[in-house]
């Protein structure tokens, strides 16, 4: 499946920069989560423990890479080298600060995240803790971020944020992005056009301890957020 984007009606590997509002994606159909809902991805960080990677059975991980403008997460390198080691798709997200430039966390980003390491495109976490900010300065951050990732790397990066955060703050500026939602408590899927859905925390075999799980669209597989190079 290809993902297109309505500002461009091209793939997503070309970059749409204008903050001018377009159309929000509305998502085709609404699944209940009972439907749909299976474990494809998780997503790590230094706060979780692994404790067999010969019991994980998951298509793939996203770890958390970098937060800000110096935070580096220690476990990323080593358990992209478990990963690989277990034939598991391994790809890279950076926590959005509002206390940094979108050019200083980049930086950071991409001293870590090496373009012949990661499986999967990138994937920028912005969290609900910006709620404090304006409007106007998340879409600015954001949309440098997202633009500084398609210069590098040469694909648009994954954007990650809670439904109500992306209706508020996001909505119609980044139809270019392929939109990941947080969202553990919904009953239905995303009302935004959606790639992955993070539905729910909970054991996984092999992880010490309830984990994100996330689950794709029935219109999305892995390819679609395939990095390739």
Not at 8 to 36: F, G, M, W
Not at 74 to 89: L, V
Not at 169 to 180: E, R, T, V
Not at 185 to 201: D, G, H, I, R
Request: charged letters at 25%; a positive charge.
């Amino acid at each position: 499946t290809t993902i297109f984007t309505s500002c461009t009606k091209k793939p997503i590997e070309n970059s749409c920069t204008t903050n001018k509002k377009q159309v929000v994606p509305i998502a085709q159909k609404r699944y209940q989560k009972d439907e749909i809902a299976k474990v494809d991805i998780i997503d790590l960080s230094h706060h979780n423990s692994i404790g067999d990677w010969d019991k994980i059975k998951v298509k793939a991980i996203y770890h958390k890479a970098t937060e800000g403008a110096t935070f580096v997460d220690n476990q990323y390198t080593k358990r992209q080298i478990q990963a690989h080691k277990h034939n598991i798709y391994y790809g890279a997200y950076h926590l959005l600060s509002a206390t940094s430039t979108a050019q200083k966390q980049f930086v950071n980003f991409k001293s870590v995240v090496n373009k012949d390491s990661i499986d999967l495109r990138p994937m920028l976490d912005i969290e609900t803790t910006l709620y404090s900010q304006s409007v106007d300065n998340i879409r600015k951050l954001t949309r440098e971020w997202v633009d500084l990732c398609k210069q590098h790397y040469g694909v648009i990066p994954i954007i990650y944020t809670a439904d109500d955060f992306y209706r508020k703050y996001l909505a119609g500026y980044f139809n270019d992005c392929p939109y990941w939602s947080g969202d553990i408590k919904a009953t239905k899927s995303p009302q935004y056009e959606w790639v992955l859905w993070q539905y729910k925390m909970d054991l996984v075999e092999g992880i010490n301890g309830k984990i994100d799980c996330n689950t794709f669209n029935p219109n999305n597989t892995i390819t679609d957020i395939l990095f390739v190079r």
